[in-house]
């Protein structure tokens, strides 16, 4: 069994998609990101960068204790690479096909569009990160674009984890200000991926109900703050 810790974010669903495409059974364990759940020090044992998904495999293929792993694209490759799917092994020059657009997404695609959709609702003057960010989400599409200008997927003619960890930060593309119509090969990749029944599937995974907001005392919020905002190194433990 996969056991996810899970908040229905973009990173989230990467892992909730391959999961589905794979039929490997899982479990979810909410990270409520917004209450803070991801400091806890239970979560901190197997995430230490207190960030979420993470996953927990009480099965790994050598039989012995369990496997945690951070990282969406770290998890992307374990879960491919022990189901032997969406990840070739053999052939080098695709496995890295496959890896190097991978590796493109974690530095490049998510924290580029994340940053986006910070700065366009940070308060203050933000007019010069607007402008960079958006500039450099509207850049990626287009890296996107004349990559599958001759090629049915990221990696070539087989769809892989390469397409599984780009898609989710695409879902979104109307709020990030972009005109589908003026990368028409991404657009048809879009539409294609958008399409597979576990893509579906692993998109409408939820992690319970929805918070309601008039729920949360102003105590709750300034805790929130305290935890959420501007945070700094967490000391280590003492000798």
Known sequence: MIEVHYWPTPNGKKVTILLEELGVPYSIAPVNIGRGDQFENRFLAISPNNRMPDIVDTEPKDGGAPVSVFESGAILFY???KEGRFWPQHDVRAKYEVAQWVIWQ????GPKFGERGHFS????????AQRRFNDEVHRLYG???NRLYDRRYLAGDDYTIADIVSYPWTVGWAHQGIDLEEFRYFKRWFEEVSSRPAVVRGLA???GEPEDPESVTPEEQQRRRAIL???RARPAPAV
Not at 106 to 109: F, L, R, T, W
Not at 121 to 128: E, K, S, V
């Open 79 to 81: 879960l491919a690479e």
């Open 106 to 109: 974690m530095a490049n695609q």
């Open 121 to 128: 609702r940070a308060p203050g003057d933000q007019t010069y």
């Open 143 to 145: 890296v996107m674009n």
């Open 205 to 207: 995974v939820t992690a």
């Open 229 to 231: 905002y501007n945070q």
